[in-house]
């Protein structure tokens, strides 16, 4: 079966950096997307990732090993407003986007 | 770029009605669109592919007689709940994307609330 893992949900302070993890076995692989999703609303796109290595988007990057099966999104210098669920998405051979379950991210001040 | 509008945003409305939602691409031409359902604090669940010019491809457990799709251009793809219950009251989202390895551009969601 195809199944995607990621922590149901972590807990960080405003300014530090955290990295969420997101582990896949899918039928074949054509890329790797994070979403953010705010409570109540709808998923926005991240990155996209389908060769091995680290992508960098201002204060987001996003890693992916695909000899591991791994994918992490890395957050710096945490905000409020990145309190959110984040998303992790495989497009397998199909090119069928597979979801994780997401994972709840808690920023405290 | 990239821009996906749903219509409408909320609606409430009593059993028995068909309600209908639609999804546009604004600034692209979007060969396939996707129906998603998402019940409170749960993950997102596809409901149906949807190819411009063709039949959707509905999900495991999804009646394709409830829940009618039309794609009938590149931009616009519409969702009818028929016989709306209060099962059926979900956030109900869009996307689109252009093509199979680009991502998917989602809608801003419609919350159905059927009393």
């Known amino acids: 079966g195809q199944n995607i893992d990621q922590p149901t949900e972590m807990t960080a302070t405003e300014g530090a950096i955290v990295q969420i993890n997101c582990t896949y076995q899918?039928?074949?692989?054509?890329?790797l997307f994070w979403y953010q999703q705010h409570a109540g609303e709808a998923p926005t796109f991240l990155s996209y990732?389908?060769l091995d290595g680290l992508e960098e988007k201002g204060r987001f990057s996003s890693f992916l090993s695909r000899s591991k099966g791994y994918s992490y999104l890395l957050l710096k210098e945490l905000q409020m407003k990145d309190s959110a669920s984040y998303l992790c998405?495989?497009?397998?051979?199909?090119?069928?986007?597979?979801w994780g379950a997401g994972t709840k991210l808690i920023i405290k001040p | 770029g990239a821009v996906v509008s749903q219509h409408p945003s909320w609606v409430i409305c009593k059993s028995g009605t068909s309600v209908k939602i639609e999804c546009r691409s604004l600034?692209?031409?979007?060969?396939?669109m996707f129906w998603y359902r998402q019940f409170p604090k749960q993950s997102l669940m596809l409901m149906a592919t949807?190819?411009?010019?063709?039949?959707?491809?509905?999900e495991q457990g999804v009646e394709k007689d409830k829940f009618l799709i039309n794609h009938a251009s590149l931009t616009l793809s519409t969702l009818t709940v028929t016989s709306a219950h209060p099962e059926d009251s979900s956030f109900y989202i869009c996307?689109?994307?252009?093509?199979?390895?680009?991502?998917?551009?989602f809608g801003d969601g419609t919350r159905l609330s059927i009393l």
């Open positions: 996307s689109a994307r252009v093509t199979e390895n680009q991502p998917q551009h």
């Open positions: 600034d692209f031409q979007a060969t396939t």
């Open positions: 949807s190819n411009e010019g063709s039949k959707a491809t509905y």
């Open positions: 899918t039928s074949g692989f054509n890329g």
């Open positions: 990732n389908v």
């Open positions: 998405a495989v497009l397998d051979s199909n090119y069928q986007l597979i």
